[in-house]
């Protein structure tokens, strides 16, 4: 049962993004920026509702008075599924994802991902990707997104951590914003590369906002200590 209910998804999944993106590729010349941001927010709930009622996969947000109701944000945090790159979409009023180049080549999805504001970084581009990660965050904290971003810059399998990179310290530093840290046990519903999709509750703790200024090396540590310690706990409940 727990194959074909995956399946199932799966086939949800992947049909209802291809008509989503073809519908909203459609409307993309005659809608606003934030009118298609509000179309793909939408498109998120779809896919999660799907994943709820065909695998039983729920939702549990703990802390979430320390997310913004408006205005810019910067939130970093733990990447152990796909079901992160959708959740934020449903989470934040104005989500803005600090993405990996790739994705915006997608056929159809990328375009409409590129005009609602994400933010692309060519990891291959050294300084360059800095600097262009630098101006487009500045320019999104301007519009009064809120940034999500995975400091580790790639999915996690779930007990495991990666290496943290410094781009969000960067970010940090540009925009002036506090960092909002978040720890999540998504792997443990819906693991990175994973056919299968356990039914559950995924579990996603956001902690309060570290507090702006800290030396960047301690910004990082501090950083990476909370949601590593945060994420073992909830792999551990």
Known sequence: MLWLRSLVFNLYFWLGTALWSVGLRVVLPFVSRQTLARFVSVYARFILAGLRWICGVRLRVTGAEHLPRSGPALVAAKHQSAYDTLVWLTLLPNACYILKQELLRIPLWGRVVS????IGVDRN????AMRHLLRAGRAAAADGQQMVIFPEGTRSALGERGSYQPGIVALATATGLPVIPVATDSGRCWARRAFLKHPGTI???VLPPLPV?????QLLTTLEEIIETESARLFKA
Do not use: D, E, R, V
């Open 115 to 118: 005009h609602t504001g994400h």
């Open 125 to 128: 581009a050294g300084a360059g």
């Open 203 to 205: 579990t996603i703790a």
């Open 213 to 217: 200024g800290l030396p960047k090396a």
